[in-house]
């Protein structure tokens, strides 16, 4: 298959329109979409990204007032959270309408729905004209994609279109949050912050415990980004003893500078989010042989950072006692 590129929305609406697999820029990272009322083009997108098939996709859509063809009814939590975050990082986890495949949802009878913040993907989806299913537009496994090129590496041959816009400004996925319950959980740390949800919705919990977590949210039972170069997570860059052939990535400059073969100093949390996952596979393209990160405070999209850069050390030891 060859993978069109093309910068025209209509263009990537019409191959979701065909029944084919569009990725698309959002403010967040780059999604692989098709359409979600079309059960044989969404199981298209885990053969494409050898995703397995109980890990459910969110679905995008391109006005507020399209929540309500993908919900079967909005608790009054998600309704709060949609006037006050929607178009934005955040996903809600509410009933599924009947008429979602239910290999969309993984099975499930609920359905992650998020509205991006992001003109060239707003335009995308209305052209569309129904709900567009999509994960990050990644192999599984990789990190998640923050411009087209990164898309292109993991999947071209593999997808009918990519849409091309420029990198994305947020970094790392959107917030998950399940309001079927009469608490609503954060599922996963993202692009809205604990702290912004609960001005909204002060009684919003995080997931209580890793079993929980694993119950709830499929996601996080899957083997995220495992560089097979170690990732190691440290307070100061003055810890680091050997920098021969490794990368370094944090908000203090390391000393000397151009000791590592890549050097991504970030003026805040803001630019090291956004930044991670292109760090990540430069490191890679580059050889290096071990990723230094520098730890970040919790708070804020800290948190959100910190969950991301703990699975990519986590993943390496793992990866470590596996062999
Ligand atoms: O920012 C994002 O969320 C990006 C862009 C493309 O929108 N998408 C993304 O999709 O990160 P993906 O598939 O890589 O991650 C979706 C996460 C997974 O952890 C999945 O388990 C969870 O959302 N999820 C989706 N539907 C769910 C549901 N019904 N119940 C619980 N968790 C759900
Ligand atoms: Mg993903």
């Not at 609406?13 to 059960?39: H, K, Q, S, W």
């Not at 890990?55 to 309500?68: D, Q």
């Not at 997931?207 to 949210?217: M, Q, T, Y």
Request: glycine content about 8%; charged content about 25%; overall charge neutral.
């Amino acid at each position: 298959m060859k993978t069109e590129l093309t910068t025209d929305p209509e263009r990537a609406a019409a191959v979701i329109r065909r029944g084919g697999l569009a990725a698309f820029p959002t403010e967040t990272v780059y999604g692989l979409g098709a359409n979600a009322l079309d059960e044989s083009a969404v199981r298209r997108i885990f053969a494409a990204k050898q995703r397995p098939a109980d890990n459910p996709l969110i679905h995008h859509v391109g006005a507020v007032e399209e929540v309500r063809t993908v919900a079967k009814h909005i608790p009054s939590s998600a309704h709060s959270l949609i006037t006050h975050f929607f178009p934005g990082p955040l996903t809600i986890v509410v009933p599924r309408a009947e008429c979602i495949p239910t290999a969309a949802t993984a099975g499930l009878d609920t359905v992650g729905i998020r509205m991006p913040d992001h003109p060239l993907a707003l335009s995308f989806l209305q052209a569309a004209g129904c709900p567009v299913a999509a994960p990050s537009a990644n192999r599984s496994g990789r990190p998640s994609p923050t411009d087209w090129r990164a898309v292109r590496d993991d999947l071209d041959g593999r997808i009918d279109c990519i849409l091309q816009g420029t990198a994305t400004r947020v970094g790392v996925e959107s917030t998950v949050v399940d309001c079927c319950g009469e608490v609503p959980v954060v599922l996963r740390a993202g692009g809205i912050s604990l702290e912004q949800l609960r001005g909204v919705v002060p009684e919003i919990q995080l997931v209580a415990g890793r079993d929980e977590a694993l119950r709830r949210s499929p996601g996080t039972r899957h083997r995220h980004y495992a560089p097979t170069i170690p990732v190691v997570l440290i307070d100061d860059p003055a810890e680091i003893q050997v920098a021969g052939e490794a990368a370094y990535i944090g908000l203090t400059r390391p000393q000397p500078a151009d000791a590592f073969v890549v050097t991504c100093l970030c003026p805040d949390v803001t630019l090291y989010a956004r930044r991670l996952f292109a760090f990540f596979r430069e490191s890679e393209r580059r050889g290096a042989r071990r990723i230094y990160c520098q730890r970040v405070d919790e708070a804020g999209l800290g948190a959100a950072l910190m969950d991301r850069l703990a699975r990519a050390a986590a993943g390496t030891a793992s990866s470590k006692s596996e062999r």
